[in-house]
């Protein structure tokens, strides 16, 4: 008996969470457009707090970026459950809250659920965090979510890129955490060796 074999379609699963930084979120899903990929929204309601404190969009803005936006309390969303295929999730940015919730594995909202599910399904997940300084606890929960199998990377700047914008930098660590799921972003700059003074 022939059975067809499905191709889902290319997806990412997207968490924003209340940390400074909405606009690393918002370009993400600015990216997975530009890629064709299909992106699952799941937002905080600090994250909007944040995106009206940080920005012009709306929340309307920030979710008309998104293919697909669920709400932070359905826990019965497609996201929430290993048979979702996806190429993982990013947070981004990933609050300290947030990181913690996930490393706990007492998840209350469909955000922290979705990445706790990522990481049982041995998918990829990056979590953006944005936080300085680190104090112990932090870096211990980092080291927990490392040995899980999460990626933490937090957006740090460049700057062999040579950014000449807030703008630039922000694309090139968002470009690079896409990287992870082994998606070509056009504005990442790459590193291509060191120059001498007369190299070009």
């Not at 809250?97 to 979705?114: C, D, F, K, N, P």
Request: charged fraction near 20%.
């Amino acid at each position: 008996m022939n059975v067809a074999v499905r191709t889902p379609p290319t997806r990412l699963v997207v968490g924003i969470s209340g940390a400074s930084g909405v606009i690393y979120g918002i370009r993400v899903l600015d990216a997975l457009n530009e890629l064709g990929v299909e992106s699952h929204l799941v937002v905080t309601r600090a994250a909007l707090l944040t995106l009206s404190q940080e920005t012009d969009f709306s929340a309307d803005d920030l979710t008309g970026k998104a293919s697909v936006v669920h709400k932070l309390n359905d826990v019965g969303a497609s996201i929430a459950s290993g048979s979702f295929k996806s190429l993982g999730m990013i947070v981004a940015p990933c609050s300290v809250r947030t990181m913690s919730e996930i490393a706990t594995g007492v998840t209350s909202t469909l955000l922290t659920r979705a990445a706790d599910v990522v990481l049982k399904e041995r998918r990829p997940l990056v979590l953006m965090v944005r936080e300085t300084p680190f104090h112990l606890g932090h870096l211990r929960t980092m080291t927990a979510l490392a040995e899980m199998g999460a990626t933490i990377a937090p957006p740090l700047p460049a700057f062999y890129a040579k950014p000449a914008s807030i703008e630039e930098m922000v694309d090139q660590s968002v470009g690079r955490a896409l990287d992870l799921f082994g998606l070509d972003w056009a504005p990442v700059k790459r590193w291509d060796g060191l120059k001498g003074p007369g190299d070009a």
